[in-house]
Nanobody, 125 residues
Framework: QVQLAESGGGSVQPGGSLRLSCVAPGYTARTYCMGWFRQAPGEEREGVAIIDSHGKTDYADSVKGRFAIASGNAKNTASLQMYDLKPEDSAMYYC???????????????????WGQGTQVTVSS
């Protein structure tokens, strides 16, 4: 069983920044699709950003230009740098990882990936 651990959440004012980190030390496949999702109370889970082992990224329209996903120097780590945070960004943020059959996609990652426990992000004044 692959265990993931997220960190870096917290409370910030609108316009602030946060950096989330995710590690998946038990993941041993050569390739990966890794990403961040978020879920606010009463809302459906939303894919935020994904990155594959070739460095290809994709973002939800709601965060394009404000969030940046990156692979870490250590294997199977990823970060999500979040700028210009808005109240609507408040949610529990989850990291997921899986070995992609073909292309990395949020839909497949959401249904087939291993998940962390999440880290809370709250944006309010």
């Amino acid at each position: 069983q692959v265990q993931l651990a997220e960190s870096g959440g917290g409370s910030v004012q609108p316009g602030g920044s946060l950096r989330l980190s995710c590690v998946a030390p038990g993941y041993t496949a050569r390739t990966y699709c890794m990403g961040w999702f978020r879920q606010a109370p009463g809302e459906e889970r939303e894919g935020v950003a994904i990155i594959d082992s070739h460095g290809k990224t994709d973002y939800a329209d709601s965060v394009k230009g404000r969030f940046a996903i990156a692979s870490g120097n250590a294997k199977n780590t990823a970060s999500l740098q979040m700028y210009d945070l808005k109240p609507e960004d408040s949610a529990m943020y989850y990291c997921a990882i899986e070995a992609p059959l073909k292309d990395c996609s949020s839909d497949r990652l959401a249904s087939h990936g291993y998940w962390g426990q999440g880290t809370q992000v709250t944006v309010s004044s």
